[in-house]
């Protein structure tokens, strides 16, 4: 993997990290 | 490795789903309820939409998932889902009307030589259009092919291309300057 698309991998990684901070886990009962 | 293992233990959760195993597929939707909701955040923009739109994918995945008929399809499948929950919630919404035109324009910042430089990639992906950034996080994060994508987005394989290609030029422009 180049190094653009390691640094496109992280970024999306953390952008979902902060994300999930700031909207808690999703939690879903189907039961 | 792990990947692969992943990859199996998905597709025995699959299998025993489809015959008709509660537990299994509830543990199946729980890995996977997460990388649904932030998919449909990204896409959405609203977390409460976005939780709406996942719980919908996810009740179609359980009604559905018999007919799926190759559990190792179950990814690609379950995004196409999916993405349509994402598209007629994109529908709906007036607002985010210019999300639903699947002939966007590359993004202005592509081209504008004017655009404000920021060494900060997180920023610099904001910039993009949702419709690149989709193709972008089934790419990146997902581990999709050019070619699931396309089916999953509904686009020409050529059209998955080209946005990816655009997408690493206007990164790797702005990050070597």
């Not at chain 2, 509660?22 to 932030?38: H, T």
């Not at chain 2, 009740?59 to 559905?64: K, M, T």
């Amino acid at each position: 993997m180049s190094n653009i698309d390691e640094k496109i991998r992280q970024a999306l990684t953390e952008e979902d990290k902060r994300a999930i901070e700031a909207t808690g886990t999703m939690r879903v009962c189907l039961t | 490795m792990q990947q692969i293992k992943q990859d199996s233990l998905n597709e025995w959760l699959v299998l025993r789903s489809q015959r008709g195993e509660r537990d299994a597929l509830n543990e199946l939707l729980g890995n996977w309820q997460q990388r649904y909701f932030l998919y449909a955040l990204n896409r959405l923009g609203e977390t409460e939409a976005a939780h709406d739109v996942t719980q919908e994918c996810l009740f179609g995945i359980s009604r559905n998932l018999k007919r799926l008929k190759d559990p190792a399809a179950f990814p690609k499948w379950s995004f196409r889902i999916l993405e349509r929950r994402c598209m007629d919630w994109l529908r709906k919404t007036v607002r985010e009307r210019k999300h639903v035109d699947r002939n966007v324009d590359l993004p202005e910042a592509w081209t504008n030589d004017t655009v404000e430089h920021d060494m900060n990639i997180s920023r610099l992906l904001a910039q993009l259009e949702p419709e690149i950034r989709q193709v972008l996080r089934l790419y990146y994060l997902e581990g999709q092919s050019i070619m699931a994508i396309a089916e999953i987005c509904q686009l020409a394989e050529g059209t998955v291309k080209s946005r990816l290609f655009y997408a690493r030029k206007f990164l790797a422009t702005k990050i070597d300057k």
